[in-house]
């Protein structure tokens, strides 16, 4: 049966507020089905639930776009590996799905059926064919060594890791992370750097309330320790064949990501101007300003503007970054990069549109849940 990815949208629209019910029925079913698979899982499932949803909601609204359906489902073959997904596993979790799905349909009919059936054969046969290949040349998963953990507030550091063996990424990817503390629980964190020759990372790390994985990492983590890390995801990228100047507008810990394009803009040896808009509450929480400057002086087309939303007395920039977008002058010809909490991006995505700059030059990895967004938990 080919794809019919009308039938497959109109469906899924239909779970709408069922959503979360959905989502654990669909997990009870797959574990009373195959126990085994439980051990698969973290013990907490509630954001595993979010983050099924998410995906299920990405690929079902990019089924009419090959391109975009085949890059999304190959990163997510290659990233199951490390949970230890095996070609095996798939037809269980397509069985529960479908299950899932008739049990919370309105209307559930043979077309219905076998439009999901057809969805996920394509789904599942682009996942594998990614890990296949993935496995040829890379490990499933990465043990890194903490090489430097700087705290630079009490619920702040920077970490710098080595990997055991290469991890190959881009400027501007992000990795999830496993602590010893937190097995089977992975988090992501964009890269702060652009790849170097001595293979470090770098990630920036906020403690969020109840975070288990950035609690720890922050907290309890120290030079000499292990982490696991994940393949690097993402496609909040330099676009090649782009020669434009560029503003990249950071909100908090999302400077992570932007830091490493303006790096590897850098060390490109390409003279474009880069325009770092740095969003912070406060002066104290500018956590990563000293560095900055240093590739400010280091690189004159480079220039950085923090900008503070909550600190009444300072004299520099003060506002939210999306309204003073509009303070300079057009960034019409721009590629743009944002990075940062969900709503400081969508807010300012939409100033940027209204202040014409063409939504294909605007680039940010908010993938519509908050719960996968890199630096989160
Ligand atoms: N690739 C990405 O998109 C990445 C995103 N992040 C995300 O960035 C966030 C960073 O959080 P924190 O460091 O605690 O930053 P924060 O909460 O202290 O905020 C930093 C900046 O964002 C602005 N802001 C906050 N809420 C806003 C809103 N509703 N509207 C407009 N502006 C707003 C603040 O005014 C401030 O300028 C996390 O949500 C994390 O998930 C982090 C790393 C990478």
Redesign the pocket.
């Known amino acids: 049966m080919s794809l019919e990815p009308r039938l497959v949208k109109e469906n899924f629209a239909q779970l709408g507020t069922s959503a979360d019910k959905a989502a654990a029925y669909f997990y009870g079913r797959l574990f009373a089905e195959n126990p085994r698979l439980r051990a698969m899982f973290p013990p907490a499932m509630d954001i595993q639930r979010d983050r099924l949803f998410h995906a299920l909601t990405k690929i079902v609204w990019s089924l009419d776009s090959p391109g975009t359906l085949a890059g999304y489902l190959s990163q997510l073959g290659r990233d199951h590996r490390k949970f230890g997904v095996l070609r095996e596993h798939y037809p269980a979790v397509g069985a529960a799905l479908i299950a899932t799905l008739r049990k919370f349909s309105d209307e559930w009919t043979p077309d219905v059926e076998a439009a999901w059936t057809a969805a996920y054969q394509e789904a599942s046969s682009l996942m594998l064919a990614a890990a296949d290949e993935d496995a040829e040349h890379t490990p499933p998963w990465w043990v890194a060594e903490v090489h430097d953990h700087d705290r630079r507030s009490h619920d702040l550091a920077v970490l710098t890791l080595r990997p055991a063996q290469q991890l190959p990424f881009t400027a501007g990817q992000?990795l999830t992370v496993q602590t010893a503390r937190w097995p089977r629980v992975w988090r992501p964190?964009?890269i702060a750097n652009a790849p170097r020759s001595d293979g470090m990372v770098r990630l920036?790390v906020?403690a969020l309330p109840g975070g288990w994985v950035s609690g720890s990492l922050v907290r309890h983590t120290t030079s000499g320790d292990s982490l696991l890390l994940g393949p690097a995801l993402?496609s909040?990228t330099l676009d090649p064949e782009s020669d434009r100047d560029l503003l990249l507008i950071a909100?908090?810990?999302?400077l992570?990501?932007l830091k490493a394009l303006a790096e590897q803009v850098i060390m490109s040896g390409r003279h474009r101007n880069i325009q770092l808009l740095v969003?912070?509450?406060a002066e104290r929480?500018l956590y990563d300003l000293p560095d900055l400057r240093l590739l400010e002086s280091s690189y004159p087309w480079l220039e950085v503007i923090p900008?503070?939303?909550?600190e009444p007395g300072y004299d520099g920039m003060r506002g939210?970054?999306?309204d003073v977008l509009s303070r300079f002058h057009d960034w019409q010809d721009h590629d743009v990069y944002v990075?940062?909490?969900?709503?400081?991006?969508r807010?300012s995505v939409g100033e940027l549109q209204r202040l014409g700059v063409p939504p294909a030059r605007i680039r940010?990895?908010?993938l519509g849940a908050?719960e996968s967004?890199?630096?989160?938990s």
């Open positions: 992000y964190y964009s920036h906020r993402g909040m909100g908090g810990t999302g992570a990501p969003g912070a509450r929480d900008v503070l939303s909550e939210q970054i999306p990075s940062g909490p969900t709503e400081m991006i807010s940010h990895d908010l908050e967004q890199p630096g989160k």
